[in-house]
């Protein structure tokens, strides 16, 4: 019977796969459709380089930099790789690549095998991701309210088309990194923070979760650092107590401990390409607008606005003002993760975060936005809302119809491009 319970899992997990590998079946190999290309690329470099060329350029195929979009580069000079993203996608892609290696005729880790592993990596990790948000999420809701939910979630935003389409992206398996960090914090006693007992595995599972975020992207560490706070209960006065374990220095040992070692493959790597440990690897690109951040812009312009492509994120507003009634200290740290990211996006000298699909930077926030959209969910099924919940079906189908259509990139000559957007649209 127990086996019984988890086929829905495996029904689902398959259709991600299928879904993913149908995708690419029709992409080909080197074209900006391809699992690794520019972005994609230089986030699975490291695994050929790796595994295959010992990290000398020399050794690679001629070209394969160009080949794969630039996403990494190749320095004949100096025999170096050269890769301004972090190992972490890598890391988590690095079994499905091995496999694919294996079953690769050519062996030079770009392969057709390794493109179609990459799926499945993606699948895996979304499957993954969507079932420990479903278990943290069951602590609280209702299994009707919470299968609505992570409905909308998937079909209602970017979600899908990053477990599916954009499988090499970093998006996904943050997604997976953020719904691990708050599933393991819901198991997390309260007296254990902060004392010797929160020594043990629990501590170690979630410093290392914090590590794993902080090297798959490294801004989202700022991101992920406030769930310390996150509440396993909303119990009255249990705020206090995460906040005094939060802070204490036990907990903030572990978490410091976690990521220093996580961190140590990669400063050696920019110890080799850079010739310093510590060193900013996107250069020149920063946040020229952190005082005058371009948060309309992020939100609402045609060119990737989160609210504009996702408008079922728009019911966080009252969700955010339900979720209160269950817990005010839930509903504070989502507002607060929401408020963060979008200003550091809208800071960002490329605030619309380049090629990419409705705002793609919060995707791995879904895990925390997915409780307000809950208590939406949870408020419309307890009062009969069925005006609300029809809402709800028009803006799952307008976000499928655009991301069906959409083809990568905003093709508009300017952010505000509404001629673009309605092309795409109608």
């Not at 892609?93 to 990596?121: C, E, M, T, Y």
């Not at 036990?250 to 310093?276: C, E």
């Amino acid at each position: 019977m127990r086996a019984v319970r988890f086929l829905p899992w495996v029904i689902f997990y398959g259709l991600v796969v299928f879904l993913s590998l149908n995708r690419h079946s029709r992409s080909g190999l080197y074209n900006y459709h391809s699992e690794v290309w520019a972005d994609k690329a230089g986030y699975m470099v490291y695994l050929p380089a790796t595994f295959c060329y010992g990290f000398d350029a020399a050794k690679f195929p001629a070209g394969i930099d160009a080949k794969t979009g630039q996403g990494f580069s190749l320095n004949r000079t100096t025999h170096k790789v050269e890769t301004k993203y972090s190992y972490g996608v890598a890391l988590l892609q690095a079994p499905f690549w091995a496999v694919g290696q294996a079953l690769a005729g050519d062996k030079n880790g770009f392969s057709s095998a390794v493109h179609r592993a990459i799926d499945v990596a993606a699948a895996t990790y979304f499957a993954w991701g969507i079932w420990l948000l479903f278990a943290a999420l069951r602590r609280q809701f209702s299994g009707p309210v919470v299968g609505l939910t992570l409905g909308l979630l998937i079909l209602g935003t970017n979600l899908w088309y990053y477990a599916v389409i954009e499988t090499g992206m970093s998006h996904v398996y943050s997604f997976f990194a953020f719904a691990l960090l708050l599933w393991l914090l819901g198991r997390v006693r309260i007296p254990a923070w902060g004392t010797r007992a929160g020594l043990g595995g629990e501590l170690a599972a979630v410093a290392a979760t914090l590590a794993l975020i902080s090297v798959l992207r490294p801004l989202n560490l700022l991101l992920a650092l406030p769930l310390l706070l996150w509440p396993a209960r909303p119990a009255a006065g249990q705020w206090a107590a995460q906040l005094r374990g939060a802070l204490h220095w036990r907990t903030l040992a572990a978490v410091a401990l976690a990521v220093g070692l996580f961190w140590i493959p990669q400063l050696l790597y920019y110890k080799y390409a850079r010739g310093g440990y510590f060193v900013y690897s996107y250069g020149h690109e920063g946040f020229p607008y952190w005082l005058a951040p371009r948060l309309a812009e992020v939100w609402f312009a045609p060119n990737n606005g989160s609210l504009l492509y996702n408008p079922v994120l728009l019911l966080l507003l009252p969700g955010l003002w339900w979720l209160a009634r269950y817990s005010g200290w839930w509903s504070g740290l989502a507002a607060l993760l929401w408020a963060g990211a979008s200003y550091l996006y809208a800071s960002w000298w490329a605030y619309a975060l380049g090629c990419g699909y409705g705002g793609r930077g919060f995707v791995e926030l879904y895990p925390v936005l997915a409780w307000p959209l809950a208590a939406v969910v949870a408020h419309a099924l307890g009062r009969r809302r069925w005006v609300l919940g029809a809402l709800c079906v028009l803006l799952v189908a307008y976000n499928l119809r655009v991301s069906l259509r959409f083809d990568r990139c905003f093709y508009g000559t300017h952010d505000w491009d509404w001629d673009a957007y309605q092309a795409l649209v109608k």
